[in-house]
């Protein structure tokens, strides 16, 4: 009798639009729901749509230590797909025209933005103080012996290094993480610890995948290969960023609500009818 009191529950929270009330006095009430965490249960109504992977999907409690790392591209896409920043939807953002192939899986960190913080990093690793932020979140390339064949997927990460690179005197880092657990990568804590080959693989792709044949000119500079305890500071600092960009645009609306309420026209009072 419970299970099938427990299914009509299932098909209740699913089909039937209760009130969020009504819902948690359900389960207080009716023993055979007993199975159902409450507030999972509250979060299915909550999110009826897909969470937008840049916004919607946590970091992870225990950053910049473990991630969570959003995938785009895997090794075998002969596309490059990149996160729409408006929908959140994965859309083609170019064919790969030349026979670079990404040595990696690669995606970004959600809940990130690299803006004033990073540059400054940047700047005073360099000596310089004309770089700027890319304007994205942060990028993150994840190793793993595992085929994943498909991107549009989160994963657990840990972060051992990264690549500073300088793309038309923006700050565009790539960090290195390996997949929490993997059977081959797992123990790896510091990118020192990877072999030369697997390492210069991505090196070479990330400062040569935006070169036209031909054209001897250089876009992207790698700046510097940085450790572990730098790769969390570079994380640090976009999950600062990522607060201030979203800060800041708090205010500006509020402050555009506001105006837009003192400029609009009062309704004419009505006279009183004797």
């Not at 803006?115 to 942060?138: C, F, T």
Request: negative net charge.
């Amino acid at each position: 009798m419970q299970k099938y009191e427990h299914n009509f529950f299932v098909f209740a929270v699913v089909f039937i639009p209760l009130h969020k009330y009504q819902i948690r006095t359900y389960i207080m009430k009716n023993q055979a729901t007993q199975a159902f965490n409450t507030e999972d249960t509250l979060s299915l109504l909550d999110l009826r749509f897909k969470a937008h992977p840049w916004h919607g999907i946590n970091i992870g409690k225990e950053a910049p230590d473990t991630i969570t790392a959003f995938i785009e591209i895997v090794p075998t896409d002969t596309v490059k797909y990149e996160v729409d920043k408006r929908t959140g939807y994965l859309c083609v953002d170019r064919p790969q025209k030349y026979s670079n192939v990404v040595p990696a899986l690669y995606g970004f960190v959600p809940q990130t933005y690299c803006g004033e913080k990073v540059a400054e990093l940047s700047n005073y690793r360099m000596y310089r103080d004309d770089i700027v932020g890319d304007g994205d979140p942060l990028d993150i390339c994840v190793l793993t012996e595992k085929d994943i064949t498909h991107g549009d997927i989160i994963m657990k990460v840990r972060p051992i290094g990264g690549l500073r690179l300088i793309d038309g005197g923006e700050a565009d880092d790539k960090l290195i993480a390996v997949l929490d657990n993997d059977s081959v990568y797992g123990d790896f804590n510091d990118i020192s610890q990877l072999p030369f080959l697997v390492l210069e693989r991505i090196r070479h792709y990330f400062t040569t995948y935006k070169d036209i044949p031909g054209n001897p000119e250089r876009r992207c500079m790698l700046a510097a290969t940085y450790g572990v305890e730098e790769a969390k500071d570079v994380i640090r600092r976009a999950m600062l960023d990522y607060h201030k960009l979203f800060e800041d645009k708090k205010a500006t609306d509020k402050a555009k609500t506001e105006k837009e309420s003192d400029t609009k026209p009062s309704a004419p009072r009505r006279k009183k009818t004797e």
